[in-house]
T-cell receptor, first 113, second 111 residues
């Protein structure tokens, strides 16, 4: 069973608008959630994280929101830029997975000019 | 120069062959990881190592083995490759925190 789910395989957004990427999880023991960004022919790179004791973390154009009651987190990118076109992975860790990261399947974000 | 390097970047091999994928890092991290990525499945952990003497199986270790030759080197072997091991393989490292740093990946095709 997938503990971390990204239900949208792809998302297309107009340049300058807001991009919202979603992630759902099932394990209430997750203590950290991370977003990674991946360009073709490159490895994933860390983007932003949030602790389970917070509900929001912001870093420039990127904000992650955590709703623990709904077991849902989202990544907001405002404003979206062409260089944001990439695959975005949600990942989470917990003590019962020996603190290893559990990954979602990814969402491909396409920013249209 | 890249902090995490993987060789080869691409490899085509035949069923039954033994192959090794290599990973080196210059970040000075103790922890290293091997993942595979398949379409629609995200990244799945194969093996991980907290230091040279500590190696652990991940979610999908069957059919794979690893060797941690030094703090900076972690290799993944497929003893007898099969077609469903065709995938994109990533090596990663981390310090004591949760952030992992990835290599560029190795695209492996088993025919």
């Amino acid at each position: 069973d997938q503990q971390v789910k990204q239900n949208s395989p792809s998302l297309s957004v107009q340049e300058g608008r807001i991009s919202i990427l979603n992630c759902d999880y099932t394990n209430s023991m997750f203590d950290y959630f991370l977003w990674y960004k991946k360009y073709p022919a490159e490895g994933p790179t860390f983007l932003i994280s949030i602790s389970s004791i917070k509900d929001k973390n912001e870093d420039g154009r990127f904000t992650v929101f955590l709703n623990k009651s709904a077991k849902h987190l989202s990544l907001h990118i405002v404003p979206s830029q062409p260089g944001d076109s990439a695959v975005y992975f949600c990942a989470a860790r917990s003590a019962d997975s020996n603190y290893q990261l559990i990954w979602g399947a990814g969402t491909k974000l396409i920013i249209k000019p | 120069d890249a902090d995490v390097t993987q060789t080869p970047r691409n490899r085509i091999t035949k069923t039954g062959k033994r192959i090794m994928l290599e990973c080196s890092q210059t970040k000075g991290h103790d922890r290293m990881y091997w993942y595979r990525q398949d379409p629609g499945l995200g990244l799945r952990l194969i093996y991980y190592s907290f230091d040279v003497k500590d190696i652990n199986k991940g979610e999908i270790s069957d059919g794979y083995s690893v060797s941690r030759q030094a703090q900076a080197k972690f290799s993944l072997s497929l003893e007898s490759a099969i077609p469903n091991q065709t995938a994109l393989y990533f090596c990663a490292t981390s310090g004591p925190g949760y952030e992992q740093y990835f290599g560029p990946g190795t695209r492996l095709t088993v025919t």
